[in-house]
């Protein structure tokens, strides 16, 4: 006897209502209670049509619909799997609140599917807040862990440390938190992340080799290159200057065209012409100005019209991180216009709330952190959509319509990044 999944689909619609509604009732059946009650209904069939089992064909009827169930279990796993990453811990045991602990005799080290590690430092805590098909969202609540990140095509990664959260594609770092103090260190190896939280209007962009400190009592921000004997403070609101047409390989190039005019449509033409742009391995190998650059010189409305959704989330990006705030909302809006059911063009809602809130800081934000919350509830940036509508709400509306926000924050994320401030919300007399 053997068992085939397929012929659920044999069902009528009533049966297959039927099958549905006790699905939803009972749960997921696991592989050993599947066996148990295709034995029982083959027993049962056998007796009602008169026909006794003898124990030997009853052990192997047995043994044939387990190993169907299980080779239909494991089919199950290997479908699973492909959805959403895994990830197993060694070297160290996960906690009761599902945290690790690093400490003199262990080093915990969290190996992911796609070949991701994370290790902990001597004295370092953390743990795996969520995991998706793009990546993980892992929380450092204090001491160093060291990344190492796989660049994929979509990859979406976030490291939140404190109040800060750490916007990864593929790279190299080190990262470490002391609450005690306050401060957030991050050494960056290889690759490009950016850094959002409480002192920066945007992303503090970071490139390969740099070195960032944020001090939150003093309201410090120092990056530096690593070998840098000194570092030279920086100040997370001001932008960086614009690259002057730097290409891929540092040459000059001369300006983009404006929008509109004469020479936009033979650079569309160009541009269709062009090899597939590895943007997303520019963006990991920190080529920020080089992404941008060259869409410009292509012509910004063609690329607009005419480039992949991957292509233009890493030109988002690289324009977020290197403060181009024009090109980063002209890249997300095209984004949600032509892939709005994509989960790019759902994350494109939040990131327009980011950029808003930096250029205006009210309620073009708060509209925009709404509708991602709406359309993306259990996704990558739930948590951090959710802490900033609950600050501009107590900015624009007052105490009491943030409290209701806040509330709903701790009972959804109660580890998260804003749960503190939501706390004192709560708490608040």
């Not at 099958?19 to 599947?34: F, Y």
């Not at 083959?42 to 124990?55: C, F, K, M, Y």
């Not at 921000?221 to 070998?227: D, F």
């Not at 233009?312 to 403060?323: C, E, K, P, Q, V």
Request: aromatic share 6%; proline share 5%; hydrophobic share 40%.
């Amino acid at each position: 006897m053997s068992f085939d999944e397929g012929r659920e689909r044999e069902l009528g619609p009533k049966a297959a209502q039927l099958v549905e509604l006790a699905r939803q009732s009972l749960g997921t059946m696991s592989h050993q209670q599947r066996t148990q009650g295709l034995l029982r209904v083959t027993e049962r069939t056998a007796a009602r049509r008169g026909l006794r089992l003898s124990p030997l064909r009853a052990g192997a009827l047995s043994l044939g619909v387990a190993a169907a169930a299980l080779l239909a279990f494991q089919g199950w796993q290997r479908r699973a799997g492909a959805d959403r990453l895994s990830y197993e811990v060694e070297g160290g045991t996960v906690r009761q609140d599902g945290s690790l602990q690093a400490d003199a005799s262990s080093r915990p080290k969290v190996r992911f599917s796609d070949g991701t590690e994370v290790q902990l430092a001597e004295g370092a805590r953390a743990h795996v807040a969520s995991v998706t098909e793009q990546g993980a969202t892992v929380a450092v609540d204090q001491g160093e862990v060291h990344a190492y990140v796989v660049h994929r095509s979509g990859t979406r990664w976030l490291f939140d440390a404190g109040p800060f959260v750490v916007t990864v594609t593929g790279t190299a770092f080190a990262l470490a938190w002391a609450p005690e103090d306050e401060r957030l260190d991050l050494r960056l190896e290889n690759g490009a992340v950016a850094v959002s939280g409480p002192l920066s209007g945007e992303p503090i962009a970071m490139r390969a080799g740099q070195w960032l400190t944020v001090r939150l009592r003093t309201g410090e921000v120092l990056l530096r290159e690593l070998n840098a004997q000194k570092g030279a403070e920086v100040s997370p609101s001001a932008a960086p200057p614009p690259s002057e047409g730097a290409g891929d390989e540092g040459t000059g190039a001369a300006p983009a065209p404006e929008p509109g005019t004469a020479a936009a449509a033979p650079r569309a033409a160009a541009l269709a012409a062009e090899p597939k742009r590895d943007w997303a391995g520019k963006l990991a190998a920190g080529k920020l100005d080089a992404i941008v650059d060259e869409a410009q010189r292509g012509g910004l409305d063609a690329c607009l019209a005419e480039c992949s959704s991957e292509e233009l989330s890493a030109l988002a990006d690289a324009a977020r991180y290197t403060r181009r705030s024009d090109v980063a909302r002209r890249a997300l809006l095209s984004q949600r216009r032509r892939f709005p059911s994509t989960h790019r063009g759902k994350e494109a809602a939040f990131l327009l709330g980011r950029i808003a809130e930096a250029q205006e800081g009210g309620a073009a934000a708060l509209a925009w952190f709404e509708t991602y919350l709406k359309e993306s509830p259990q996704g990558a940036y739930a948590s951090e959509a959710l802490g900033r509508k609950m600050v501009i709400v107590q900015r624009l509306q007052g105490k009491a319509q943030a409290e209701i926000v806040a509330r709903e924050y701790l009972r959804r994320f109660p580890g998260g990044t804003y749960a503190q401030a939501a706390r004192a919300l709560v708490r608040t007399p």
